[in-house]
């Protein structure tokens, strides 16, 4: 059995037919060709699937393909302007935050989360956002590094836009 | 592909979902989050043959203030009631206790109906429908029942639902205005599974002893514990730190933790103690204001 569903994917509508058991992380990996979805364990512990399901973070490997139909789903794919960085990108990239970058497109989204219900957080509140995101680099502490500084990047844009 | 096939139902309505589940007499099984039902797929631990999603069914997603108690629509997302200032008000364990539930990505996805069905003894909800005395709301074929949650925890991932039936709601009953909550959980990482989990509400005097405790532990029995002994022996004394320590062995003395990988017994009761110490120290301290330090 095959069921069909239209979903939004950084913005561009698809359909496509998939089987119930198909996970959202295979369709957008396999039949969307975005392999910054990454998939690590498969059942939800270490965070790499992460993508943007209209408007907060989701698991992936633990979403059916069909529980996204009519959703609008964001994946690391979307997050850059063209060729422009988002301030994001930019930090771990400047921090090393990247190491070999197997999580990173589930760090970044769930980062992008973490600092839009908090714009200034703590060390320990940031420790705390990346806990369901697993680094088998063990590369934490650069990539604290960069969530601080994308973090006061982002509230300078924003304040520049309030002022400006 | 890691789970079996399966077919897929997305229900129109609640009455929909009743007659599917009672099509497939016991091989069918409700979809609310996923989040622990996926991972269950994925590991061939659950091999349904129907998968009835309740996702559509917007009016199983609510939060309402009902006399004395909240009623929470069994489609509601752990990260909404979390946040709801309503709850914040009424229910304050609970946004305290929700915040220990996976990570925010898990919260966003996961549903308080869901919690409650799975029943995880280490989950947080569970223990704190138990600590609270709150009910579930279920709808099968023979209508809608309500079942008190000291009889509705049965076992590990076991309820008193029946096949046909489909959770839709948990009422919780309004907490006193100056009641003080602590949640306390040993984990290894902050969102995994708890090895231990204590929670506490507790209402003083106004000479600052304890009218009344409620405590409850998961991660200490095949179902969420509700220390009656603690409590009674808590009540009308003053929190002095003797009786708060004779109350976290009242409350140790209440578990039956078994051995597993994480954790022998003795460890996890051991635990059980501290924590209940700590969550009784933070809720009766002379500052504590509902309090919902982690």
């Known amino acids: 059995m095959s069921t069909e569903i239209t979903v939004r994917v950084n913005g561009v509508p698809r359909t496509a037919h998939v089987e ?14 975005l392999a910054g979805v990454r998939v690590g364990c498969e059942h939800g512990v270490c965070g790499a699937c992460t993508v943007v399901l209209d408007g907060r973070t989701a698991r992936s490997c633990c979403t059916l393909a069909v529980q996204a139909d009519g959703t609008d789903i964001g994946t690391v794919e979307g997050l850059a302007d063209g060729t422009r960085l988002h301030p994001l990108q930019e930090a771990f990239w ?27 957080p703590s060390d320990e509140e940031i420790r705390e956002g990346l806990s369901g995101n697993i680094c088998r680099c063990t590369g934490y502490q650069f990539i604290v590094d960069a969530v601080r500084e994308a973090a006061a990047v982002l509230r300078a844009e924003t304040n520049g836009h309030a002022t400006g | 592909m890691k789970p079996t096939a399966f077919d897929y139902v997305r229900a129109t309505s609640l009455d929909h979902a009743v007659a599917v589940l009672a099509e497939h007499d016991g091989d069918a099984k409700v979809l609310a989050g996923g989040q622990s039902l996926v991972p269950l797929l994925a590991m061939r631990l659950a091999q349904p043959t129907v998968l009835v999603d309740l996702a559509g069914l917007d009016e199983l997603s609510y939060l309402r203030a009902d006399g004395a108690h909240l009623e929470i629509g069994a489609m509601t997302r752990a990260r909404t009631v979390e946040t709801a200032d309503l709850v914040a008000g009424r229910v304050p364990l609970l946004p305290a206790a ?3 539930v996976g990570h925010v990505t898990i919260r966003n996805r996961g549903t308080i109906g869901g919690s409650a069905a799975h029943a995880d003894p280490a989950a947080e909800l569970p223990a704190v429908l138990r600590a609270l005395d709150g009910e579930l709301v279920a709808t099968g074929p023979g209508g809608r029942r309500t079942i008190a949650a000291a009889d509705f925890f049965r076992g590990f991932l076991d309820t008193a639902l029946e096949p046909g039936e489909v959770l839709t709601a948990v009422r919780l009953p309004a907490q006193p205005a100056g009641v003080r909550v602590a949640v ?20 003083l005097d106004d000479s600052a002893r304890i009218r009344s405790a409620r405590i409850a532990v998961a991660g200490a029995d095949q179902v969420p514990v509700r220390a009656a002994a603690a409590e009674e022996l808590l009540a009308g004394r003053p929190p002095t730190p003797d009786l708060l320590v004779a109350a976290a062995d009242a409350v140790a003395a209440a578990t039956r933790p078994t051995d597993d990988i994480h954790a022998p017994a003795d460890y996890r009761r051991r635990i059980a103690a501290v924590l209940t110490r700590r969550c009784l120290e933070q809720a009766t301290a002379a500052r504590a204001e509902r309090s919902t330090a982690a």
């Open chain 2, 184 to 203: 306390q959980e040993f984990a290894r990482r902050h969102g995994d599974f708890a090895i231990v989990a204590v929670f506490a509400a507790v209402e």
């Open chain 1, 94 to 120: 400047k921090h090393h935050g990247l190491q070999c970058g197997f999580c990173t497109p589930g760090i970044l989204l769930t980062v992008q989360e973490l600092l839009a219900d908090n714009p200034d």
């Open chain 2, 98 to 100: 929700l915040r220990h």
């Open chain 1, 20 to 33: 119930p058991r198909r996970t959202l992380s295979d369709f957008l990996r396999k039949d969307c060709a």
